[in-house]
């Protein structure tokens, strides 16, 4: 049984720093492309952050430079540092579990709520 748990989450002040761990059991982390995405109430879900299970990765536009993806398949654990948050940084972030060979689908953890202000 895959599962997918992320950890980490808080309340910062702006320009503080946190990191966000997701920890994936159950099965072979090597061929599961990994991200990040955060959801705040009434929006869609957005992308924050992906990286593949070779280490390609793809930031949105709102946190590059200021946020960095990385993954310890030793560990399997991905993680999101976070630095310069600003307060529009603030909802439920999301880890997601891309798996890539059949049968191709996503895992979701349950989410984790990331507030920043003063």
């Known amino acids: 049984q895959v599962q997918v748990v992320e950890s980490g989450g808080g309340l910062v002040q702006p320009g503080g720093s946190l990191r966000l761990s997701c920890a994936l059991s159950?099965?072979?982390?090597?061929?599961?492309?990994m991200g990040w995405y955060r959801q705040v109430p009434e929006k869609q879900r957005e992308l924050v952050a992906t990286?593949?299970?070779?280490?390609?990765?793809n930031y949105a536009d709102s946190v590059k430079a200021r946020f960095t993806i990385s993954r310890d398949n030793a560990k399997n654990t991905v993680y999101l540092q976070m630095n310069s948050l600003k307060p529009e940084d603030t909802a439920v972030y999301y880890c997601?579990?891309?798996?890539?060979?059949?049968?191709?689908?996503?895992?979701w953890g349950q989410g984790t709520q990331v507030t920043v202000s003063s």
């Open positions: 990286i593949t299970s070779g280490g390609r990765t």
């Open positions: 159950g099965s072979i982390f090597g061929i599961y492309n």
């Open positions: 997601d579990a891309h798996r890539t060979t059949p049968p191709v689908r996503d895992y």
